[in-house]
């Protein structure tokens, strides 16, 4: 395979910025046009501002994988996964400006060391090397690995009575795992099959990146129905960037860099603090 030019390092950041904000917008916009559903018997102007608020924000979200595809073009799966730590912080300042919700000094504080751990993990990552192709076994395993808690999940639940908060965390731990795993599998389609959209349609990653799509938004709707928004939130938010990263050292050969894994670390601390205040 022919080698490709090589992708500017910054431009790749700013790609996955661009897609932070972008999905953030999506979902405040999502929330803010919810109402919708509860007003279909009237159909009214507001319905419809709803539903068109809901819409766009829908729009929005389904457009990051156009963003992971040219981040992942100059940066690892583990940063690019890291990266999406940002989310919070954008969907905080997008919900003080548009659901008029309060930023704390606390949130403030702890979005500032979210994103000076997400610099250093950029810093501090080696130079960047083209990914070297996936053990496509490797890959199913881990993508089977979230399948698997949920049907253990379900299995304790019907055999020893596992409680409604411990089920909903099984499968937003799932739903975050496949989230950061679609990363991982845009990253496998490029290594594998370059940059031709047309010869993804014959990788069996594409079709497994189908079925993580799908699946996740399956699984939120089981964790949001069945816990609290403060115990199933951080679990989301850390599974999607701690998952990329363990899998790419995995999968990728990335050189492991002690202050990098240290920098993911407390962007997952971060993480897990921000969304427990949050609430």
Same mark, same amino acid.
């Given at each position: 395979m022919k080698p490709e030019p090589e992708f500017p390092h910054l431009l790749a950041i700013a790609f996955t910025i661009a897609g932070s904000m972008v999905i953030s @917008?999506? @979902?405040? /916009?999502?929330?803010?046009?919810?109402?919708?559903?509860? *007003?279909?018997?009237l159909k009214n102007d507001h319905y419809k501002r709803l539903k068109r608020i809901w819409f766009i924000g829908f729009f929005l979200n389904n457009c990051l994988s156009i963003f992971y595809y040219f981040a992942l073009k100059g940066l690892t799966a583990s940063v690019v996964g890291a990266m999406m730590?940002?989310?919070?912080?954008?969907?905080?300042? +997008?919900?003080?400006?548009? /659901?008029?919700?309060? &930023?704390s000094k606390t949130l403030a504080a702890l979005s500032l060391l979210l994103v000076g751990f997400i610099l250093l993990?950029?810093?501090? %990552?080696?130079?960047?090397?083209?990914?070297?192709?996936?053990?496509?076994?490797?890959i199913i395993t881990f993508c089977g690995i979230p399948f698997v808690l949920v049907a253990l999940a379900h299995l304790l639940r019907k055999t020893v009575g596992l409680r409604d908060e411990r089920y909903a965390i099984c499968f937003a731990a799932a739903a975050g795992a496949l989230e950061g795993f679609i990363?991982?599998?845009?990253?496998? /389609?490029? %290594?594998?099959?370059?940059?031709?959209?047309?010869?993804? +349609?014959?990788?069996?990653?594409?079709? /497994?990146?189908?079925?993580?799509?799908?699946?996740? &938004?399956?699984?939120?709707?089981?964790?949001?129905? *069945?816990?609290? @928004?403060?115990?199933?939130?951080?679990?989301l938010w850390g599974a999607q960037i701690l998952y990329p990263v363990v899998i790419s050292y995995l999968?990728?050969?990335?050189?492991?860099?002690? @202050?990098?894994?240290?920098?993911?670390?407390? &962007? &997952?601390?971060?993480?897990?603090?921000i969304q427990a205040k949050r609430r």
């Open positions: @917008m999506g @979902m405040v /916009l999502q929330k803010r046009g919810v109402g919708w559903f509860r *007003h279909k018997e730590g940002l989310n919070i912080v954008f969907s905080a300042i +997008f919900s003080s400006f548009i /659901l008029k919700e309060h &930023i993990a950029n810093l501090s %990552a080696p130079a960047y090397e083209a990914a070297k192709i996936p053990d496509p076994t490797l990363i991982v599998l845009i990253k496998a /389609l490029q %290594a594998s099959k370059g940059s031709n959209p047309l010869l993804y +349609f014959t990788s069996p990653y594409l079709y /497994l990146y189908l079925l993580a799509s799908v699946s996740l &938004i399956a699984f939120l709707q089981v964790a949001y129905s *069945h816990g609290r @928004m403060t115990r199933t939130a951080p679990v999968a990728f050969s990335v050189k492991l860099v002690h @202050m990098q894994l240290a920098a993911f670390g407390g &962007i &997952i601390v971060c993480v897990i603090l």
